[in-house]
């Protein structure tokens, strides 16, 4: 594990801001604000995206389903890629502002073709799918980059910070979108998210005068290149735990995702309209646990705290397994939106948080690219198989099969934990 790069003009070691507040530390507000203002529009194209796709183009189900698929292999490929690139300190901040760019661009003509009546589903689908590789090359970028600019013991409230700002993104975009789609067409209101790249742009213009990440010539030896090996590291016994539940939850979170909407409105009898609101009244579980997880570190320890997230997070599908239609079924989802998000935001903080302090320094980029990687393809895998399961055995049956899966793998994991406490002293051969 490396040490923080050193502000500009500091002549002290990376340890200079370890007691520095975040609030008080202007590199990590200005990262923080030009994320949180550009999740903003980015959760409006998000929503506007397929609204456009089904209104505007009249796109059929086959064209629906690429729109979702092709820009997400796009965006785990560019992930993976970009991660190597990313292990440079010196590259991160430059190529920030060059995806900011080029997505700023990839927005415009969306619209440009929009209104020169030229947009067509494969157009769509092309610069969406070129927009989600840049969101995963950003991703690679940005999460290394938070390390340079604040300090280890800082992370979890960062990680915190940051995820507030992602789930406050997913109720505000919505709502511009809702609001402005009385008075705008649907393809003129992306231009508010290639504002937002612009305004990112300018924030981190600002981030690179407060702020260098590279230290003096012949400072530090580089470290050597990790090439594919840097990869693995996500799995080494140190966060090995954290991969292996993010896996778990994610597949889990996924597999009811699949079907949640057609549970609500069909089984429990849910108002499209009421479902909505009870989606983005648990997006308020995702802030509170955003902004709380330092506190359960704190308290109970990143491992237990993140346990104890888990074991919420799959506990809160016993809110939707027992609940008949009407108000108790309501509450019943609301119940799970809120334990749901509040438990695997948590988690995910901590898992986040739990890599850098973990890997080689020179490994960081490609961790916390395969941590990433695994929340992902652990929601996609599970929407698979909980789709098709849901329709074998019927979404209550489904419902039922989670909530019963969920404890049992808390209870597999509470007796492993039992036995290795009460394994004699030198009987356990694993290695540390």
């Not at 550009?38 to 796109?59: F, R």
């Not at 080494?236 to 993010?246: C, K, P, T």
Request: proline content about 4%; aromatic content about 6%.
């Amino acid at each position: 594990m490396g040490a923080s790069v050193p502000d500009a003009g500091s002549t002290s070691d990376a340890g200079t801001h370890t007691n520095t507040r975040l609030t008080r530390n202007p590199a990590f507000l200005c990262f923080l604000a030009a994320r949180a203002q550009s999740q903003v529009g980015s959760a409006v194209t998000a929503t506007a995206t397929p609204l456009i796709a089904a209104t505007w183009l009249g796109a059929d189900p086959t064209q629906m389903g690429m729109l979702v698929s092709i820009p997400f292999i796009v965006r785990v490929a560019s992930r993976l890629l970009s991660a190597f690139a990313a292990e440079r300190p010196s590259l991160r901040l430059p190529a920030i502002m060059t995806i900011d760019a080029v997505a700023g661009l990839m927005t415009g003509a969306i619209v440009l073709t929009a209104i020169t009546g030229n947009l067509s589903m494969a157009w769509l689908i092309a610069l969406s799918s070129l927009l989600a590789g840049l969101t995963g090359a950003f991703g690679s970028f940005s999460l290394p980059l938070m390390i340079d600019i604040v300090d280890r013991e800082q992370l979890t409230r960062a990680n915190g910070a940051t995820s507030a700002a992602s789930q406050l993104s997913t109720i505000i975009g919505p709502g511009v979108l809702g609001v402005l789609a009385q008075f705008l067409a649907l393809p003129l209101i992306l231009i508010i998210d290639a504002v937002t790249y612009l305004l990112s742009i300018t924030l981190m213009l600002a981030l690179r005068r407060i702020k260098t990440f590279s230290g003096p010539p012949g400072e530090a030896p580089r470290a050597a290149r990790t090439g594919m090996r840097g990869f693995l590291h996500a799995f080494r016994n140190g966060i090995r735990f954290y991969v292996s539940w993010g896996a778990v939850i994610s597949f889990m979170n996924g597999a009811i995702i699949a079907w949640l909407p057609i549970y609500a409105i069909r089984d429990l009898q849910l108002s499209p309209d009421l479902y909505a609101f009870i989606l983005a009244a648990g997006a308020v579980g995702g802030v509170a646990g955003s902004s709380t997880a330092s506190l359960w570190e704190a308290k109970l320890g990143r491992r237990r705290a993140a346990l104890s997230a888990a074991a919420l997070t799959l506990g809160a599908t016993g809110c939707l397994a027992f609940v008949n239609a009407g108000m108790i079924g309501a509450m019943g989802c609301l119940g799970y939106e809120l334990l749901g998000s509040f438990g695997g935001t948590v988690f995910v903080v901590l898992m986040m948080s739990s890599i850098p302090t973990a890997v080689p320094e020179n490994a960081i980029a490609k961790s916390m690219a395969v941590g990433a990687l695994v929340l992902e393809l652990g929601t996609a895998g599970g929407a698979a198989l909980g789709g098709a399961v849901g329709s074998l055995i019927g979404i209550r049956s489904a419902v039922e099969a989670c909530f019963y899966l969920g404890i049992a793998i808390l209870l597999m994991a509470g007796l492993r934990g039992l036995r290795t406490r009460t394994t004699p002293h030198g009987a356990s051969f694993r290695r540390s």
